[in-house]
Each structure stands twice: as structure tokens, then as C-alpha cells.
């Protein structure tokens, strides 16, 4: 820049000779560009050549300006403090864009009498008319300089002045007083603020979420979680954001109890690409648990997965006990899906009870599925309880599969379940099944004798169908004693014979 400037001023001295007299605009021009490049003691020299040149050339308050804020750059404000008298002296009135150059380059050199004593002069009616950024500046050093008591008086000058107050006035306030731990102040401006909506006016800049991170952090731990998401969702709707502010909030209700509040924020946050941790998701899962949504407790284990999180085993088990405590068969079924591709250890009581709900919820095929993808990955259910289960429903062509499945799997099941099935299907006149699962039960190497072998060997002969009969006949002992009463099978209840 340096470079370019030095050519510019080049051919700012070649005009003369040229013939081609520089305007008001021409030296402006200059002056700008030797003060960003920090030459301000030569855009000076420049501006003082612009007077002597000629009667009718002289600076104007854009000249002055330029200068002012070359010197608050470099911080040479008792320099910028002369250019102003200066500037006063040609009768020339300073605009409110040179008060607050200056003012600025006054709080950075910490001169508070300076300021106030222009800001008095200003109230006094002499031409500048401080604005709402005039006031956060000043309120802005007086805190940075730990002079609270000054910061609140300013803000009392603002509001005398009827001068609108933004979300930079509170934040600035607010923060100071929390760190002087007067919550109760900070609390109070925090309401004012909120009740006043600031934060959703188009005045003024744009909020800074992290600014009040203090009180809310205060309101959270104190019970009032609910008074700092009002104001937080009024600084979500200007588009700010500050991930450690949703975290604040989230744990604020979750310590309240109000842990649907705090999930409607994890979708918020996540909806806006942050990525919450664990802490977050685990303190809502065991919250929405205790609070009996585990619905609402599935779908942030599955944003905890898609956050790159892994729950821990345990918190899979208790999710699916919540479901199937209150029958939810199919969210169970697609947790469980959900954990074999995960390869999260299952829990063979959990496994049992969800096959028993899905039948008890007509989902047969899904329980089938499931059945085959526990069994596929090294699991197992509890075999003689669901067929029991089944029994008892009625259910005997699905305690038929469900045995059958056994006998593939090698699975150890008692011959009087077996003895009661049969029986059972018997009586329904399903004598096909009957069949085929005595026959299974010995292909599979099972050459027990069953009580009820008489009483399916009859139910095939009336049925007509000889060549099964005679099948079933060979393997009955010649002497065996049947009881047709079925007192000898106390395992499973007797199934009615009208299902």
C-alpha cells in the first residue's frame, strides 16, 4: 500500500507543474491515503500546504475527519484533541462520524475526563449530538477500566437523552455486573431487555450470543432456564449463535426437569451444523427416560449416532425396556436393528420380550425377521418362553415356525413342548404342521416317544392321509398308553380347540 500511496502523492506534487490546480476533493483524497498508511505528520503538512496555496482552498470537516482518525489509529490522541480545536478554530462544526472517531480513540488511550468533558460540552448544545454508539463506547471503557458505577451513570445520561439503547448497550452492563456478581442488577437489565425485545429490533448491531453467556450460565444454575431460552430464542432470530450458549440451556433444563424444552435446543443446534457432546445427549436420554418419553429418548440416541457419538450399551438396553414396557413394537424392533448394525451387545430377556410383542402385536413377519438377524449375528432368544407365550395365544402355527427354527438352530428345547404343539395343532385340524414338525423333530436325530403320537396317527388316518399316518405308526412303541385326557403334559396350558 505504501508503494502506492508514495506514487500517488508523486503525482499530487506534479499538478502544480502541470498546470492542473488539486481541488478540496483532490487533498482529501491524499490525506486519506497517507493516513492509512500511517504518514499522518506528512498528511498534515499537506493540509496546512492546501490553506497556503490559495485563499479560496480550504480543509473541510472530511479533511479534518481524515486527520482525527489518523491520529486515534496510530494513538496519538492529544495530537487528534489539536486537530479538533484546530477545526473549531476555522469555524468548522465536527459530525457526529468525527465526535466518535475521536471518542473511540479516547477510550482506547483510557481519557475518560476527556470524554466526559466533551460529552458535558455536547449536552451543553454545542452541535453534536451523541448517538447510541457514542454511549457503548464510553460505557464500554468504563467497564474495561472496572468503573461500573460510571458505565451505569452513562446509561442514565442515555436514557435522559432519549438515546434508544441497543443489545450492546445491555451486553456490555450485563456482563460487567456478573462479573462483580451483582446478579440481581444483571438480572434486572436482562428482563428489561427482554421485555423490550431489543434483541429482535433491526436497530443497532447485530447481538453477540457469547455476551450474555454469563447470565445465563447465572439464570441456569439458578433455576430460571426458562427466562434465558426466551432471550436466547430472541437472539436466534437475528441469526447469531454461540454453540457453548445451547449447551448452557440444554443442561439448565435438564437440571429443571423440563427436558422436552431441552431437546427442542438439540434439534436447533443441530439443525445449524453444531455438533453437541456427549454430555448433552446423555444427560437428555436419561432425563426423557425418567420423564416416560422414550420415544422421545430413541430419536436423540439416533442424532447421537449421526453426531458421531456411541452410546454406551447400557443406555441402548434401557431405551428398548422403556419401549417395550409401553408396548411400542415397532420403534423396539427398529432399535434393535439399529444395535445389531452398531454391534452393540443384546440382552437375550430384552430380545425375548420384543419377539413376544411383536406377535402379540400381529408384526409376525417382523418378528420372524428379527428372530433370524439375532440368531445370524451370534444371539439367541429364549426359545421355550416364546413358544409358551404363543401357545397360550393361540398363536400354533407361529410356535410351529418358531420350534422348527429350534430344531435348525440346534437349539435345546423340552419334547413336552413339542408333545403340546402337536397336540395343539392337532385339535385345530392343522395336521400338515403337525406333521411336518414331528417329522423335522426326527430328521433332527429326536427319537423320543411323544404322549401324543396316538392322537396324531388317528387325526391322520381319519384325514385320510395313510402314508403320514403309517410314517407315525412305525414309531410308536407297540404297547404305548396314551392318555387322551392330556393330564400327563402340565407344561403348557391346554390350547382351546376353537382357535
Same mark, same amino acid.
Given at each position: 500500500m505504501n508503494s502506492m500511496v508514495d506514487e500517488g502523492f508523486h503525482y499530487f506534487k506534479e499538478m502544480s507543474r502541470l498546470k492542473c490546480e488539486p481541488d478540496v476533493v483532490t487533498y482529501n483524497t491524499i490525506v486519506d491515503g497517507l493516513c492509512r498508511a500511517g504518514k499522518v505528520e506528512i498528511a498534515r503538512n499537506v493540509v496546512k500546504g492546501m490553506r497556503k496555496r490559495s485563499g479560496e482552498l480550504n480543509p473541510n470537516v472530511v479533511t479534518y475527519m481524515t486527520l482525527i482518525r489518523g491520529y486515534c489509529v496510530k494513538e496519538d490522541v492529544d495530537e487528534a484533541l489539536c486537530v479538533l480545536e484546530e477545526m473549531s478554530s476555522q469555524g468548522l462544526k465536527p459530525n457526529e462520524i468525527t465526535y466518535n472517531t475521536l471518542l473511540k480513540g479516547l477510550c482506547e488511550a483510557k481519557k475518560? &475526563?476527556?470524554?466526559?468533558? =466533551?460529552? /458535558? $460540552?455536547? !449536552?451543553? $448544545? /454545542?452541535g453534536f449530538s451523541p448517538d447510541t454508539c457514542t454511549f457503548n463506547m464510553l460505557m464500554h471503557s468504563h467497564c474495561n477500566a472496572g468503573n461500573l458505577a460510571e458505565a451505569l451513570k452513562v446509561f442514565t445520561m442515555m436514557s435522559e437523552l432519549q438515546v434508544p439503547p441497543d443489545s450492546a448497550t445491555y451486553s456490555v452492563l450485563i456482563c460487567s455486573l456478573c462479573q462483580q456478581r451483582d446478579y440481581s442488577k444483571a438480572e434486572e437489565l436482562f428482563d428489561e431487555l427482554s421485555k423490550k425485545q431489543i434483541l429482535i429490533s433491526d436497530r443497532g448491531c447485530t447481538p453477540i450470543v457469547a455476551s450474555y453467556k454469563p447470565i445465563f450460565e447465572y439464570l441456569c444454575s439458578n433455576g430460571k432456564t426458562k427466562k434465558a431460552d426466551e432471550v436466547f430464542r430472541q437472539l436466534l432470530k437475528r441469526g447469531a449463535q454461540d454453540p457453548p450458549s445451547y449447551k448452557t440451556l440444554i443442561m439448565g433444563h435438564c437440571r429443571e426437569g423440563t427436558f422436552e424444552a431441552g431437546?427442542? *435446543? *438439540?434439534? *436447533? !443446534?443441530?439443525?445449524?451444523?453444531? %455438533?453437541? &457432546? %456427549? /454430555? =448433552?445427549? &446423555?444427560?437428555?436420554?436419561d432425563g426423557l427416560l425418567e420423564k416416560g418419553k422414550p420415544l422421545l429418548a430413541q430419536q436423540t440416541l439416533e442424532k447421537m449416532l449421526r453426531s458421531s457419538h456411541l452410546p454406551k450399551t447400557s443406555t441402548f438396553h434401557s431405551i428398548l425396556a422403556a419401549l417395550l414396557e409401553m408396548h411400542c413394537a415397532r420403534e423396539s424392533a427398529i432399535l434393535v436393528i439399529l444395535m445389531l448394525e452398531k454391534n452393540i451387545r443384546q440382552n437375550i430377556n430384552l430380545s425375548t420380550d420384543l419377539i413376544r410383542l411383536l406377535f402379540s402385536e400381529g408384526l409376525r413377519d417382523k418378528a420372524f425377521e428379527i428372530v433370524g438377524m439375532l440368531y445370524d449375528n451370534g444371539y439367541s432368544i429364549k426359545i421355550e418362553e416364546v413358544v409358551s407365550f404363543l401357545y397360550q395365544r393361540r398363536k400354533l402355527i407361529e410356535a410351529c415356525e418358531i420350534l422348527r427354527f429350534s430344531l435348525r438352530k440346534q437349539e435345546n428345547v423340552s419334547i413336552d413342548i413339542f408333545d403340546q404343539v402337536i397336540l395343539g395343532l392337532c385339535n385345530i385340524n392343522k395336521l400338515r404342521e403337525a406333521f411336518g414338525l414331528y417329522y423335522e423333530l426326527i430328521e433332527n436325530g429326536d427319537h423320543q416317544q411323544l404322549p401324543c403320537l396316538h392322537h396324531l396317527k388317528s387325526s391322520l388316518e381319519v384325514a385320510g392321509r395313510s402314508v403320514e399316518a403309517d410314517f407315525v405308526s412305525k414309531r410308536m412303541p407297540k404297547h404305548q398308553l396314551v392318555d387322551k385326557s392330556g393330564k400327563s403334559r402340565p407344561q403348557l396350558r391346554p390350547c382351546c380347540t376353537e382357535c
Open positions: 475518560l &475526563d476527556k470524554i466526559k468533558e =466533551i460529552l /458535558e $460540552g455536547t !449536552m451543553r $448544545g /454545542e431437546y427442542k *435446543l *438439540l434439534v *436447533l !443446534m443441530l439443525r445449524r451444523d453444531f %455438533v453437541p &457432546d %456427549v /454430555e =448433552i445427549y &446423555d444427560s437428555l436420554i
